[in-house]
């Protein structure tokens, strides 16, 4: 498999605290890789850093070759690196459908379709439908279409997350990270939003890097897990090997994998 | 899908003006036009309203229009309304231009006040200018339409059928632009610039296409006023002005193209009336009017129709 993403010596720091210290992780193309790491560990900085919201101190981050560092976040939005929010960013005034047609429609802007002077109703770039159409595909596929025409403030969480996640797909987008996708979302939900999620990935050959603190979600669905610790890499491979670590099990998952193991020693 | 009535009744109004102005008295034709410049105005702040932007200094665009009208009558004895119009909105236009790239940084309160320091500047600049009539302001010559003078009884007719097709016209033309994907950012901006931002879009672009429409919709106005008043004075720059046009746009509401022409002849009448009932408080009428629309229609008069469509 071919890199299709990659931070090169990548360093941050705020102040005191160092974010990220000679960060070096090369993402494979259709892979699906699980952040974790304690909060402060530097995941979310890693995304920042990725799609454009925070520039390195030193390093670079590369996309198919190309050092994309000092790119605008929309800049690195339209080459197809896309990412959902840990409190999801949505449209407030707008319903469900709307939220939609207002992705797509930027789209059709970023494209040059559907300007001053189009009559028809022009096709949504990759799509190959007009946005009324693409959106309803969308929705449907996300188990959304039911709250079409519901103000998404009134939204349950969990929904409010699949939408924001939905949105990025009006880009058709390469690269995928989620932020914290499960955060604030019932244990009985949370499966159901990553089997999801994660099948419409897979369909588009999407290329998923996310962020998680349940150890159960990351084990099923991710194929490599990058462990950070202190704003380093101090783990990275399969699941089942990163998981079981002895470093990440002390600084990253111990008490969440520990307190699992003696509930199951004491069953 | 909804079958678009808009064009048919942006139709239907321009063709009452054509039809219904000549049984109109002169006064009630002044009125109209003004109406029409006022309208303009509005029009424009009613883009920039539904992107979550209070602009309280569209009176300096509506001033550059004025002047420019101004300049063109005196300088070049150019009297023709339409020409006056297009030279104001393009004047209106380029400073616009220049100017949005520092106003579309900034929002909320600051993009208000930036937005009314501006205004206030160039009101300084004409008070202080013996060369463009200082407080005094000018007159300027009685308009022309292509070339012809109307006689004295038709000019006021003539001139508001030429504020109505540039106002109607205009108001189509934002009525397209409204449907087209820049057009509808407008909510998505007020909502979340973050998520517009993480979907490829700039919203810093956005705002300053919305902003230089804004502005050549007022430069527009101004040079219809002007024309129309016959005089221009820096109190066309003043922030009041500017007030009087933001108690237009909420008078209106943002729900269509139409209503700031509306909001603006309610305006015009509201004003005229209380000023003629009486003339030193006819200020508190207004308030009273604006708090009225605001506890009673807080979507603004346009909801009144939109209601009943639905019903």
Excluded at chain 1, 201 to 206: F, I, P, S, T, W
Excluded at chain 2, 3 to 10: F, K, Q, T
Excluded at chain 2, 89 to 111: E, H, K, S, V
Aim: glycine share 10%; aromatic share 8%.
């Amino acid at each position: 498999m071919s890199t299709l993403l990659a931070a090169c010596g990548v360093n941050k720091s705020f102040g005191a605290v160092t974010a990220a210290a000679d960060i070096n992780a090369a993402i494979e193309a259709d892979s699906v890789v699980g952040l974790i790491g304690a909060n402060g560990a530097g995941k979310t900085t890693f995304i920042n850093m990725i799609t454009g919201y925070l520039k390195p101190d030193s390093g670079d981050i590369r996309y198919e070759g190309r050092d994309i560092t000092a790119l605008a976040p929309r800049d690195i939005t339209r080459l197809g690196i896309l990412r959902s929010f840990q409190i999801p960013q949505l449209y407030g005034s707008l319903s469900v459908y709307e939220n939609m047609l207002t992705a797509l429609g930027i789209m059709l802007h970023n494209a040059g379709r559907g300007g001053f002077f189009s009559r028809s109703r022009p096709h949504v770039p990759g799509h190959d439908a007009p946005a009324e159409e693409v959106a309803e595909r969308i929705l449907e596929r996300f188990g959304l279409a039911e709250y079409r025409e519901k103000n998404t403030q009134v939204l349950p969480g969990g929904v409010r997350k699949l939408l924001d996640i939905a949105l990025t797909m009006a880009a058709r987008p390469r690269v995928l990270l989620l932020d914290e996708p499960t955060s604030g979302v019932s244990a009985e939900e949370k499966f159901g939003i990553m089997e999801m999620v994660m099948k419409a990935m897979k369909a588009e050959g999407v290329t998923v890097i996310f962020v998680e603190h349940d150890m159960e979600v990351v084990s099923r669905f991710s194929e490599r897990v990058l462990a950070f610790y202190d704003g380093r890499i101090i783990a990275d491979g399969r699941p089942e090997a990163v998981l079981g670590d002895p470093d990440v099990r002390r600084y990253v998952v111990g008490g969440e994998l520990r307190r699992r193991d003696e509930q199951a020693a004491r069953a | 899908m909804k079958r678009d009535r808009m064009p048919s009744l942006l139709g239907a109004t321009l063709a009452a003006v054509i039809v219904g102005g000549p049984l109109l008295p002169q006064w009630a034709l002044f009125i109209l036009t003004i109406a029409f410049a006022q309208g303009l105005v509005a029009l424009g702040l009613m883009l920039l309203l539904r992107a979550g932007l209070v602009s309280f200094g569209q009176a300096l665009y509506y001033c550059i229009g004025a002047y420019t009208a101004g300049g063109l009558a005196r300088a070049f004895n150019v009297g023709d309304v339409f020409l006056q119009m297009i030279a104001g909105a393009a004047t209106a236009a380029l400073a616009a231009f220049i100017l949005g790239f520092l106003l579309a940084r900034y929002r909320g309160i600051f993009f208000g006040l930036l937005s009314l320091a501006l205004s206030m500047i160039l009101y300084g600049l004409i008070v202080k200018s013996e060369a463009l009539g200082s407080t005094d302001g000018l007159n300027i010559a009685q308009s022309t339409l292509f070339g012809v003078r109307p006689a004295a009884d038709w000019v006021r007719y003539a001139v508001a059928v030429a504020a109505a097709f540039a106002g109607i016209g205009a108001a189509y033309l934002v009525h397209r632009f409204l449907g087209t994907p820049l057009g509808r950012l407008a909510p998505a901006i007020k909502d979340n610039e973050i998520r517009v931002e993480y979907m490829g879009a700039s919203v810093r672009h956005a705002i300053h296409v919305k902003y230089v429409i804004a502005a050549t919709l007022a430069g527009m106005g101004g040079a219809l006023a002007a024309t129309t008043v016959g005089h221009i004075d820096p109190e066309m720059a003043y922030w009041t002005t500017s007030g009087e046009f933001i108690f237009i746009a909420i008078l209106a509401g943002t729900g269509s193209v139409l209503a700031p022409f509306l909001g603006a002849l309610l305006f015009g009448a509201i004003h005229t009336l209380a000023y003629d009932l009486s003339p030193h408080t006819w200020q508190m009428s207004l308030g009273t009017a604006l708090l009225l629309v605001i506890v009673f229609l807080p979507e603004g008069l346009w909801s009144l129709f939109a209601r009943r469509r639905t019903a």
